[in-house]
């Protein structure tokens, strides 16, 4: 009976193990977007609501649907410099920057002048596929191809919109045209409001046909930058991603006079990258010009015969090119070259004196890595 007992809880045990745990409990294993889901939860694409639940079968609004899209891109740090005017959203709405970088990606379609948005609409079937279909580089079919290959599968073809005909059939080709599992001939639905789920599923489509075959302007923003500069020794590079490691040392230039026999500790330091700190194959992991902020650590006098003078920076924020603000904790201290023979002086007899003009170079110890995005600059926070 014990040994029947302890295979039961094993098996149970194994059971539980193996069933992954899903995020929401509205949507369980065997929902046909479970795996999308999933995953795009977990990059922060899509969320849930308040109350823990993702609500699969609700629907979506096209601000929402813009923001989901740049954000499934990684796209979502891009400037956009001439942005376009809509009648009815401006630059205070909270979906402005990711509708203003859809139509810069091309995504969408630049409406003509004085045109609405229409954020809080819901975004159809048609809508969300076609913006899926545009991050691409697709081959060109006509509406006849189109025709030919979504008959073959779907119900309602002559209903398709004739402006969504050719998406519609790109899509189809790329097994990118998202619809429910159902035991009837699949219908395309080109009008009917998407679902949550359909959208992540939409979605999860395009990110991952993306990484192959982007638009042009998405393939020039997803290139790693690269350029000359300072080489980070034991820097590397994973995929999109560059880490500096913990212990690297780093060149800064001061804003501003520092000295062991002025300076107080405590005292603010603002300094610069002098120039783009890169990986041996030029992939620039933090761009030149870079603002680096901290204070000063220790800060001691000179005296003769009692001690060398002791200048130590403690740096803790970086601002990037991005103007992103964020964790950079690291520490310098400031040291003169001698010959042997001063070293025997300083010694002996003490009294050296530190400082640093404006413009100077220290450098900077990392205290804890940093990982980049290549892509963009953007310092992954962890």
């Not at 998202?178 to 219908?187: E, F, G, L, W």
């Not at 026999?261 to 890169?278: C, F, M, R």
């Amino acid at each position: 009976m014990k040994n029947l007992l302890k295979a039961t809880l094993g098996l149970l045990f194994a059971v539980a193990v193996s069933v992954p745990a899903f995020a929401f409990p509205d949507v369980n294993a065997n929902h046909w977007a479970a795996k999308q889901i999933e995953i795009l939860n977990q990059k922060g694409v899509v969320v849930g609501y308040p109350d823990g639940t993702f609500k699969p079968d609700e629907n979506v609004s096209r601000a929402e649907f813009a923001s989901m899209a740049i954000k499934a891109l990684g796209q979502e740090h891009t400037t956009v410099a001439q942005p376009v005017n809509f009648s009815d959203i401006d630059k205070d709405f909270w979906a402005y920057d990711s509708i203003q970088k859809a139509l810069y990606f091309d995504l969408i379609s630049t409406p003509k002048t004085g045109e609405p948005f229409r954020p809080d609409d819901t975004v159809t079937r048609a809508e969300s596929i076609s913006v899926a279909v545009n991050a691409l580089t697709t081959e060109e079919i006509s509406v006849q191809k189109a025709k030919e290959v979504l008959s073959k599968k779907f119900a309602d073809t002559n209903q398709v919109p004739e402006w969504f005909l050719i998406p519609a059939g790109k899509a189809e080709i790329l097994n990118m045209l998202v619809t429910i599992p159902s035991a009837n001939k699949a219908k395309i639905d080109a009008n009917r409001p998407a679902t949550r789920a359909e959208v992540t599923a939409i979605l999860y489509d395009m990110m991952e046909q993306a990484q192959l075959n982007p638009n042009a302007k998405l393939a020039e923003a997803m290139r790693k930058k690269t350029g000359e500069g300072y080489v980070v020794e034991n820097s590397f590079v994973q995929g999109s991603v560059g880490t500096i490691p913990a212990g690297s040392l780093l060149p800064v230039t001061l804003n501003s006079y520092i000295s062991s026999q002025s300076s107080k500790p405590g005292e603010i330091y603002v300094a610069q990258a002098p120039e783009n700190y890169i990986t041996k194959d030029k992939f620039i992991l933090v761009s030149k010009g870079a603002n680096l902020k901290g204070q000063l650590l220790d800060v001691r006098d000179g005296k003769w015969f009692v001690r060398n003078g002791v200048l130590v920076l403690d740096n803790s924020l970086i601002t990037t090119n991005n103007d992103q603000t964020v964790s950079f904790n690291g520490v310098g201290e400031v040291k003169k070259h001698r010959n042997w023979f001063m070293k025997i002086v300083r010694a002996t007899l003490k009294g050296e004196k530190l400082d640093v003009q404006p413009q100077g170079t220290v450098y900077i110890k990392l205290l804890k890595p940093i990982k980049v995005d290549l892509t963009n600059g953007w310092i992954i926070e962890e």
